[in-house]
């Protein structure tokens, strides 16, 4: 009688992720024919290579895979939620027709204005119809947020 002995497959469960709070992650596992995900209430369709999810933190992650054999590995991946950056256009402010004023924004590390499309933090304006300027604020991790002034 002979018995063979099959290698183990090489799972993959890619690489970590970073991301920011309110996004999805798309997992992308690879090495066998089957996949098993484990139980989390966020991944919809464990039983995937590819799942996508919305993680409301921090979590490791760890698939099965499965070869043809039967035989199985895992590999585990952890995907890191960000914050989303705190961006502050100040407080409304008052002036008079035909005055200029300096609204700026903190919080960020880029920004972009609407309706002026300026990228600066801080912004010389003279409206001349009372006015609501927004503005887009990106962190260093690429997370964005807004504020109104």
Do not use: H
């Amino acid at each position: 009688m002979r018995v063979e002995v099959n290698e183990p497959p090489t799972a993959e469960a890619g690489d970590d992720i970073e991301i920011c709070i309110g996004d999805l992650a798309s997992l992308q596992a690879t090495g066998g024919t089957s996949y098993m995900w484990e139980d989390q209430p966020e991944i919809s369709d464990r039983s995937i290579a590819n799942p996508t999810i919305l993680l409301a933190s921090s979590s490791m992650l760890t698939v099965s895979v499965t070869d043809l054999n039967g035989c199985t590995s895992e590999d585990s991946l952890f995907i890191r939620i960000n914050p989303l950056p705190d961006i502050d256009a100040g407080l409304d402010q008052e002036i008079c027709f035909g005055e200029t004023t300096q609204v700026e924004v903190t919080g960020g590390v880029s920004y972009i204005w609407t309706p002026s499309f300026s990228t600066a933090a801080i912004l010389e304006v003279s409206p001349q119809i009372t006015s609501i300027f927004s503005v887009v604020g990106t962190d260093e991790n690429g997370c964005r947020s807004s504020d109104l002034t």
